[in-house]
């Protein structure tokens, strides 16, 4: 059972593990229990025979769990299977086979299932919305897939794969982010996870024509966080840069002197050129 956050890539940690599994050459089939009718999930899972029901196809037809045969099926927001379906998924978990509906015969088969969830599925066991038999089975071996914002440098891993996907997609030669965009995505906190990260980098890639993309060519979420980090900054009583350059260009000067010799001098204790000292002290008035 994968557990995490939405838009924390939960399929694709599934299909990693079915694809570096003895399993790989077989059949890898995803199924989003939630957008799923629940008069046609059972039908969709498990398969009917013909004529089990009107509007039925006359042939029957096989289910995601006989399709996944020898494969892995992958259950996505199990939390939301019906509770009179969840009984019959038990069933199918402890004999390993299935029974179409309307039919009498059982059918072996041989799959992993790997479910996902973004809930707390203990906290449904206990207020009885959730089989406690049936998530002991799907839990044997819980993995925790934790948010974009706690996985440390992934965020800027990920954009650079974006970014490549990206400008593939609509033949652009976007290089990458500048310095502010990079502070901003080590701050924000991706509430939306990797899914957001891959719409930020699309909508970004689509809007910049430049070489790197600017604060200016984000959604409009993370120009107004930019922006109110900036007013945090404000109000902190923080000095300003040009406040903090006067301070220190002024104690150079007063310590080495205002000569030729005592400006070069106080440029390089700054460790800056003098050029760019000369600049300073004239913007300043020093």
């Known amino acids: 059972m994968l557990c995490g956050e939405t838009g924390t890539g939960k399929e694709l940690f599934a299909r990693a593990i079915h694809y570096e599994s003895k399993r790989s050459a077989e059949p890898f089939i995803a199924i989003n229990c939630s957008a799923i009718p629940e008069t046609l999930i ?11 029901f009107t509007g039925a196809n006359s042939k029957g037809k096989h289910g995601k769990f006989y399709l996944a045969d020898k494969g892995t099926i992958f259950l996505d927001e199990i939390e939301t299977m019906p509770l009179y379906l969840q009984q019959k998924l038990l069933r199918v978990i402890e004999r390993k086979e299935i029974e179409r509906i309307g039919g009498s015969e059982c059918i072996p088969i041989n799959v992993r299932i790997i479910s996902a969830t973004n809930v707390r599925m203990d906290e449904l066991v206990k207020k ?14 819980g993995l925790f897939i934790p948010p974009l914002r706690e996985r440390g ?40 996870n990797v899914r957001e990260l891959q719409n930020t980098i699309e909508y970004a890639i689509n809007m910049e024509t430049l070489d790197y993309i600017n604060i200016e060519n984000l959604p409009l979420n993370l120009q107004k966080f930019d922006n109110n980090n900036l007013n945090v900054i404000n109000n902190s009583n923080l000095p300003t840069l040009s406040e ?41 008035d020093l």
């Open 244 to 284: 903090i350059e006067t301070t220190y260009i002024k104690k150079a000067l007063d310590f080495y002197g205002h000569t030729e010799k005592g400006i070069i001098d106080s440029a390089n204790a700054l460790g800056i050129s003098r050029s760019t000292i000369y600049r300073k002290i004239a913007k300043y």
């Open 153 to 192: 440098n992934d965020v800027h891993v990920l954009t650079d794969y974006f970014i490549k996907k990206f400008n593939e997609r609509f033949n652009k030669n976007i290089i990458g982010i500048d310095g502010k965009v990079k502070d901003i995505f080590s701050k924000y906190q991706w509430g939306g």
């Open 42 to 52: 059972e039908s969709e899972l498990f398969g009917y025979e013909k004529g089990s």
């Open 128 to 141: 009885g919305q959730f089989r406690e038999d049936l998530y002991h089975r799907l839990n044997v071996l």
